[in-house]
């Protein structure tokens, strides 16, 4: 049980525009930063997106995030099949001093 | 290049240890905070603890408390993780990770991501 909530899954056609949603809760999302990671299977996560929506060099901008209150949502445009992966969301929680991740959205990319 | 190179993992038996080690390359180690996080076979992410810049502060998950060390070698820009008492359910793949992490002017600690990642290192658990 994830202390960030994610839905398991999400599809879409390439082209298209998806986004993934993460709910928390005061002490984690609703008081500190989130961050996105992607995971290819057997790879490391790859971080999309640091301190609510913010880009590392290299990452394209089809890929952006909101937060609001203790939900934060990550948007892929122009989906491609190479964007197939697991997205993971991330924050601190203040309440227990950790860093904490949602279960995991597998994206599929019909 | 900025890198991470995990290694140490293993077959283990329960009550066991062992120890991992992450060598960092091509960025100031001593500016970061470092973290480590373990995903088990098929599972999600699951971050395991943290040490701040200079090694005074560490922070761990509660499932490890007690059982898990972290410490980091600034001089030969090493992070590790000392797992004692293992179980099974620590069978992992474990990750170190460069913490995007600090305190800000006034205090408040901030922690915007992880930005590097390393390979990852096997730990098995099992009798």
């Known amino acids: 049980q994830s202390v960030l909530t994610q839905p398991p899954s999400v599809s879409a056609a390439p082209g298209q525009k998806v986004t993934i949603s993460c709910s928390g809760s005061?002490?984690?999302?609703?008081?500190?930063?989130i961050s996105w990671y992607r995971q290819l299977p057997g790879t490391a996560p790859k971080l999309l997106i640091s301190?609510?929506?913010e880009r590392p060099s290299g990452i394209p901008d089809r890929f952006s995030a909101s937060k609001s209150g203790t939900s934060a949502t990550l948007g892929i445009t122009g989906l491609q099949t190479g964007d197939e992966a697991t997205y993971y969301c991330?924050?601190?929680?203040?309440?227990?001093?950790?860093?904490?991740f949602g279960g995991g959205t597998h994206l599929t990319v019909l | 290049e900025v890198q991470l190179v995990e290694s140490g993992g293993g077959l283990v038996q329960p009550g066991g240890s062992l120890r991992l080690s992450c060598a960092a390359s091509g960025f100031t180690f001593t500016g970061y905070w470092m973290s480590w996080v373990r995903q088990a076979p098929g599972k999600g992410l699951e971050w395991v603890a943290s040490v701040n810049k200079d090694g005074s502060q560490k922070n761990y998950v509660d499932s490890v408390k007690g059982r898990f060390t972290i410490s980091r070698d600034n001089s030969n820009k090493s992070l590790y993780l000392h797992l004692d008492n293992l179980r099974t359910d620590d069978t992992a793949v474990y990750f170190c990770a460069r913490d995007l992490a600090d305190y800000g002017p006034f205090g408040s600690y901030y922690h915007f991501g992880l930005d590097v990642w390393g390979q990852g290192t096997t730990v098995t658990v099992s009798s």
């Open positions: 005061s002490s984690n999302i609703g008081d500190n930063y």
């Open positions: 991330g924050t601190w929680d203040s309440s227990t001093n950790t860093a904490v």
């Open positions: 301190g609510n929506n």
